[in-house]
């Protein structure tokens, strides 16, 4: 139980491109979803939390322009990373937790971006 | 400003050798501490969440207790497949989780 699924797992795109990652909760339903990025050997970074049917919530430094977030659903959770840039190119995670259930989060795969 | 912070950076073991891994918090209102097992370019995998401290949990090779400052991950005669990087985390707040740098754990045969 408690898997959580993201497409695509690797994402290659020109610079100035918009690309669209999207997370889904495979066996459960989530009201609240997490994006994360992390780095080459660096921990994993909370970007964004996002909340079924209204507005993300961005951590500080997280352009909320560049990247939108949509809760469309109780299983899905979509990133789009608008305008992508190389600076961008980045390991993006998305979590999850069962809604009613403990504070357990559950880990997509990752989305591999790199943007040439 | 509250911090965690995961030691050794890295571990190398010989398959059966046991030891820990530490993971130290300075918070205020603890709600939880976790620990994942992430393998590389893969999302991490859960692995235990502790409440209180004196708690302790276990699966298979791998037990986590928690005091009031810190956590360890002990690791019981490790195989090669024991190879990963292990991520804590505390729970800060209602839902928010700030996670530690990590652990690389290497197991040689």
């Known amino acids: 139980g408690a898997v959580v699924s993201q497409h695509p797992s690797r994402v290659i795109c020109k610079s100035g491109t918009s690309v669209k990652i999207e997370c889904r909760s495979l066996?459960?339903?989530?009201?609240?979803m997490f994006w994360y990025r992390q780095f080459p050997k660096k921990s994993l970074m909370l970007m964004a939390t996002?909340?079924?049917?209204?507005?993300?919530?961005?951590e500080q430094g997280v352009e909320k322009d560049k990247f939108l977030i949509n809760h469309a659903s109780l299983t899905l959770s979509t990133l789009t990373v608008t305008s992508a840039h190389p600076e961008d190119s980045s390991f993006y995670i998305c979590?999850?937790?069962?809604?009613?259930?403990?504070?357990?989060?559950?880990f997509g795969p990752g989305t591999r971006l790199t943007v040439t | 400003e509250d911090q965690v912070t995961q030691s050794p950076e890295a571990l190398r073991l010989q398959e059966g050798e046991s030891s820990s891994l530490n993971c130290s918090y300075t918070?205020?209102?603890?709600?939880?501490l976790f620990w994942y097992r992430q393998d590389p370019g893969k999302g991490p995998e859960f692995l235990f969440t502790?409440?209180?401290a004196g708690e302790e949990k276990e699966k298979e090779r791998l037990k986590a207790t928690l005091t009031k400052k810190e956590s360890f991950l002990h690791i019981t005669a490790p195989k090669p497949e024991d190879s990963a990087t292990y991520l804590c985390?505390?729970?800060?707040?209602?839902?928010?989780?700030?996670f530690g740098k990590g652990t690389m754990l290497l197991v040689s045969p």
């Open positions: 979590s999850a937790g069962p809604s009613g259930g403990g504070y357990e989060q559950y």
């Open positions: 066996d459960f339903q989530a009201t609240t």
């Open positions: 996002s909340n079924e049917g209204s507005k993300a919530t961005y």
């Open positions: 918070v205020s209102g603890l709600r939880g």
């Open positions: 502790l409440y209180s």
């Open positions: 985390a505390v729970l800060l707040g209602y839902s928010t989780l700030t």
